[in-house]
């Protein structure tokens, strides 16, 4: 079935390195959007990235479709960027399901 | 600011009793999607609903019911609940398709089956 892997699974880092985390993809893709899950739990949007680049502060999302894969790079990394990154992608059958990675997990070290 | 609320935040069931999860938003959105999160996993879709008054199986709706009484909200039901339900739940809403669109996600519901 369609599958989506990101890597690495964890994470550490100092503050102020970048981090680069890459999201994989068995299938063709209808769409791309990453998410960070607070250490707390709550989630939220940070791209919808179908392909191409796009960059909001510190954070810029590569997606190439015919390589299968999107990345999340973090620069000057914080010690709030700590929690999980999860990538989810569209499916070609849908308008609504998204099949979604297990997400990374970065912790920023002080 | 868009938003989108659930309750309770956390919840302990016995097993074989009845949960409701409740989620509303003041997004006006049309779109609405119930997730369920194991640890260290990502979200799996239990149902979704484009309209009110009407309800779609996600891809793991089995021993779930949903329920959309208005547009602004969505509910989802454990009619037995079993250990193999304990999960955190996100409720979620979209303008469009949450494959063309960017979701909105409540704080989560942790529910413990025991």
């Known amino acids: 079935g369609q599958q989506v892997q990101q890597s690495p699974a964890s994470l550490v880092l100092q503050e102020g390195e970048n981090a680069e985390l890459q999201c994989n993809f068995s299938?063709?893709?209808?769409?791309m959007q990453w998410f960070y899950q607070r250490p707390e739990g709550s989630l939220v949007s940070l791209f919808y990235?179908?392909?191409?680049?796009k960059q909001s502060g510190r954070l810029t999302s590569t997606t190439v479709i015919k390589e299968r894969r999107s990345s999340l790079h973090i620069s000057s990394s914080q010690i709030t960027d700590s929690g999980t990154y999860l990538c989810?992608?569209?499916?070609?059958?849908?308008?609504?399901?998204?099949?979604w990675g297990s997400g990374t997990k970065l912790i920023i070290k002080p | 600011e868009a938003a989108v609320t659930q309750s309770p935040r956390s919840k302990v069931a016995v097993t074989g009793g009845k949960v409701t999860l409740s989620c509303h938003q003041t997004?006006?959105?049309?779109?609405m999607y119930w997730y369920r999160q194991d640890t260290g996993h990502g979200l799996r879709l239990i149902h979704y609903?484009?309209?009110?008054?009407?309800?779609e199986k996600g891809d793991i709706p089995d021993g779930y019911k949903a329920s959309r009484p208005s547009q602004e909200n969505f509910s989802l039901i454990l009619e037995l609940a079993s250990l193999s339900q304990t999960a955190v739940y996100f409720c979620?809403?979209?303008?469009?398709?949450?494959?063309?669109?960017?979701?909105?996600f409540g704080s989560g519901t942790r529910l413990t089956v025991l």
């Open positions: 989810a992608m569209g499916r070609m059958d849908s308008n609504y399901q998204l099949i």
């Open positions: 299938t063709s893709l209808n769409s």
């Open positions: 990235n179908p392909s191409g680049t």
């Open positions: 609903s484009y309209v009110a008054d009407s309800t």
């Open positions: 997004n006006n959105h049309d779109y």
């Open positions: 979620a809403s979209s303008d469009w398709g949450a494959v063309a669109e960017t979701l909105y």
